[in-house]
Nanobody, 115 residues
Framework: VQLQASGGGLVQVGGSLRLSCAASGSLFSTLIMAWYRQVSGNKRELVAGTRTDNTTHYPESVKERFTISRDNAKKMVYLHMNSLKPEDTAVYYC??????????WGKGTLVTVSS
């Protein structure tokens, strides 16, 4: 599985951005997909995940602001980010997990929220 994230950029506080992740390979619908972010020097943290049954989960820090979605036909996963805050500034990564525990990572895309 290869992943390519895109859509990062500079946005003002309170703005919105949509990240996209294009996947290659087979059986995309069986992959558990997630978005992580990382600030330089910090641990990579989960910001959104979606299982094969389309259930989603978010940490409290982004709940009600971020939405993850997937399009299995297009092999795409998206992260819709609203009400962005300066603390959302990070490099965002797309991750795929083929159960039980084989992970694939894409290159990140930088999101900068300016005040």
């Amino acid at each position: 599985v290869q992943l390519q994230a895109s859509g990062g950029g500079l946005v003002q506080v309170g703005g919105s951005l949509r990240l996209s992740c294009a996947a290659s390979g087979s059986l995309f619908s069986t992959l558990i997909m997630a978005w992580y972010r990382q600030v330089s020097g910090n641990k990579r943290e989960l910001v959104a995940g979606t299982r094969t049954d389309n259930t989603t989960h978010y940490p409290e820090s982004v709940k009600e602001r971020f939405t993850i979605s997937r399009d299995n036909a297009k092999k795409m996963v998206y992260l819709h980010m609203n009400s962005l805050k300066p603390e959302d500034t990070a490099v965002y990564y797309c991750k795929a997990r083929r159960p039980p525990a084989t992970d694939y990572w894409g290159k990140g895309t930088l999101v900068t929220v300016s005040s």
